[in-house]
């Protein structure tokens, strides 16, 4: 079974510096995606950034950006210029692609990691 | 506008009663999914269903039950034999990625 685990439960950054959140998960799968939520305090789920396994290059959406490490199973989330409306909970989601048995499509996710931005 | 509807979106249950958490989406997605979210536990799975008349039970099954009768609507209901039913539930439907409702705060009183 695959599994999401995201090893840091809260996090600081100072207003306008990076910060990057981890993720690494566990499969035995070579097709699969990967994503990243935001959960602000309306808790509102919302798409940040997603990626491809098959894909080497890493994707970014703006201010932010992953670090894929298909051998190592990481997939660590970079916020750069970090502003105020960052402040959030993270969360590191696995779906698995290609042919599947259909009743095996689940999303995972870790347990997310809460940002907090210092003004 | 397209997407997933919650409701309603705080509920209070008295002990011993079972209530339903309606998820309603017009997005056309094939698959919808429950997950309930408690503090430090991230999102675990209740149910989830890639079909009408079909489902399947996630991780934490126990106490809940779902019905998919049509392809927009997956209602989830929490039965008194949930031993522990405060907390906030998300629904969600997939293509290639999830999209959520705004969720269902449920406070058994």
């Known amino acids: 079974a695959q599994t999401v685990t995201q090893s840091q439960p809260e996090m600081s950054v100072q207003e306008a510096e990076t910060v990057t959140l981890s993720c690494t998960y566990d499969?035995?799968?070579?097709?699969?995606?990967l994503f990243w939520y935001k959960q602000p305090p309306s808790r509102q789920m919302i798409l940040v950034i997603r990626q491809e396994a098959y894909k080497q290059q890493n994707a970014t959406e703006n201010r932010f950006s992953v670090n894929f490490q298909k051998a190592a199973k990481s997939f660590s989330l970079k916020i750069s210029d970090s502003q105020l409306g960052d402040a959030a909970m993270y969360f590191c989601a696995y779906r698995s692609a290609g042919i599947v048995v259909y009743r095996d499509d689940k999303i995972i996710f870790g347990k997310g990691t809460r940002l907090h931005i210092l003004p | 506008d397209g997407g997933i509807t919650q409701s309603p979106k705080y509920l209070f249950r008295k002990e011993g009663q079972n209530v339903t958490l309606s998820c309603e989406q017009n997005l056309n997605h094939d698959a919808m999914y429950w997950y309930r979210q408690d503090p430090g536990q991230g999102l675990r799975l209740i149910y989830y269903s890639q079909i009408v008349n079909d489902f399947q039970k996630g991780d934490i099954a126990e106490g809940y039950s779902v019905s998919r009768e049509k392809k927009e609507s997956f209602p989830l209901t929490v039965t008194s034999a949930q031993k522990n039913p405060t907390a906030f539930y998300l629904c969600a439907s997939k293509d290639s990625e999830a999209f959520f409702g705004q969720g269902t705060r449920l406070t058994v009183v």
């Open positions: 499969t035995s799968e070579s097709d699969y995606y």
